[in-house]
C-alpha cells in the first residue's frame, strides 16, 4: 500500500467510525508506525479534509447542523467542572472544544466533543491524570466552550442551567 492509498484507507475508517478512532488503533490496522498515521492525518487537514483531534482519537468533523454557540464558564473544582459538563451534555449538547486566552500566544484551543456523560467521565479521569494539563487553569478557571445544540432553544437551556449553577462567567 503507497501512502496515497494508506491515508484514503484512513478517511474511509474514519467516515465509517461511530466513535473516535486512535492513531495507534489505526496505525495497527495499516501496519504503520504511529508517527506515520500522524503525519498522513497531518497532510489529509492540510488538503482540507474535515478530521477533529480528539483526546480519544481522530474523527470527522459532525455535519454543521443545529445551532453553535460559545459560553464563558469559570469554576476552580473538578465536582464544579463536572456539573458544568454534565449540565450540558444533559442538555442535549456537545462539547465541542475548550479556549482560553493566553498573554504570549493569544488564544489556546483543544478539541473536546464530549456529547455524552461517559465522554465526559472519560475527560475528567485524563484530567486528573494530567492535572496540569487543563487549560483553564492557566487562567483561574475562566474559559470558552463551544456548545453544538439541536437549535437555539437547546443553547438558551443550557446556558440558563448554567448561570443558575453559577457557572457562566460574568465580568465583574
Not at 495497527?28 to 504511529?34: D, E, F, I, M, T
Not at 470527522?60 to 447542523?65: G, I, S
Not at 473538578?78 to 449540565?87: A, F, N, P, V
Not at 474559559?143 to 439541536?150: D, G, Q, S
Amino acid at each position: 500500500m503507497n501512502a496515497a492509498q494508506r491515508r484514503e484507507a484512513i478517511q474511509e475508517r474514519l467516515s465509517g467510525a461511530t466513535a473516535p478512532v486512535s492513531a495507534s488503533t489505526l496505525a495497527a490496522q495499516l501496519g504503520v508506525s504511529r508517527q506515520i498515521v500522524v503525519g498522513d492525518v497531518a497532510l489529509l487537514r492540510a488538503g482540507g479534509a474535515q478530521i477533529d483531534a480528539t483526546p480519544r482519537g481522530y474523527q470527522l468533523h459532525p455535519a454543521e447542523k443545529g445551532y453553535t454557540g460559545i459560553l464563558a464558564c469559570v469554576h476552580s473544582t473538578e465536582d464544579e467542572m463536572r456539573t458544568e459538563l454534565y449540565t450540558i451534555v444533559d442538555q442535549g449538547g456537545v462539547v465541542v472544544d475548550v479556549a482560553v486566552e493566553n498573554s504570549l500566544y493569544g488564544e489556546l484551543r483543544g478539541n473536546l466533543n464530549l456529547a455524552s456523560r461517559y465522554d465526559v467521565d472519560n475527560f475528567i479521569q485524563q484530567a486528573k491524570d494530567t492535572p496540569e494539563a487543563l487549560l483553564s487553569r492557566m487562567t483561574g478557571g475562566v474559559h470558552l466552550h463551544t456548545l453544538h445544540c439541536p437549535d437555539a432553544e437547546s443553547f438558551d437551556r443550557i446556558k440558563k442551567a448554567l448561570e443558575e449553577k453559577g457557572i457562566v462567567y460574568h465580568r465583574e
